[in-house]
């Protein structure tokens, strides 16, 4: 089984951008959906976005749309989280996780697998 890894968290200025990673131990990537998603202090964790096993598909959801990008690295067998323009708010731990079989992947439940997160913390 994989099992993911994140890092690249770190202390960042409001309209700065950050590039998280996610690499995995065991079985490739390449066979695998794999989302993000992040908890903030006090708050429920909530799903952030997906990329297909190829690559070429991604979704976001309302509120991490045009600000987050996640894109894939077959080859590297990493999956990146970047960060565009962040804001206080986006302060929390990240976490990545691969999708469940036959899950579609779009929902927080749809994932069984999540790393052990990394910190973000966004500063104004």
């Known amino acids: 089984q994989v099992q993911p890894v994140e890092s690249g968290g770190g202390v960042v200025q409001a309209g700065g951008s950050l590039r998280l990673s996610c690499t995995a131990s065991?079985?490739?990537?390449?066979?695998?959906?794999v989302g993000w998603s992040r908890q903030a202090p006090g708050k429920e964790r909530e799903f952030v976005g997906t990329?297909?096993?190829?690559?070429?598909?991604?979704y976001y959801t309302e509120t991490m749309r045009g600000r987050f990008t996640i894109s894939k690295d077959n080859a590297k067998n990493v999956v990146y989280l970047q960060m565009s323009n962040p804001k206080p708010e986006d302060t929390a731990v990240y976490f990545c996780s691969t999708a469940a079989p036959l899950r579609p992947g779009v929902t927080l439940k749809d994932y069984d697998n999540w790393g052990r997160g990394t910190q973000v913390t966004v500063s104004s």
């Open positions: 065991g079985r490739s990537f390449i066979y695998s959906r």
């Open positions: 990329i297909s096993q190829t690559g070429a598909n991604t």
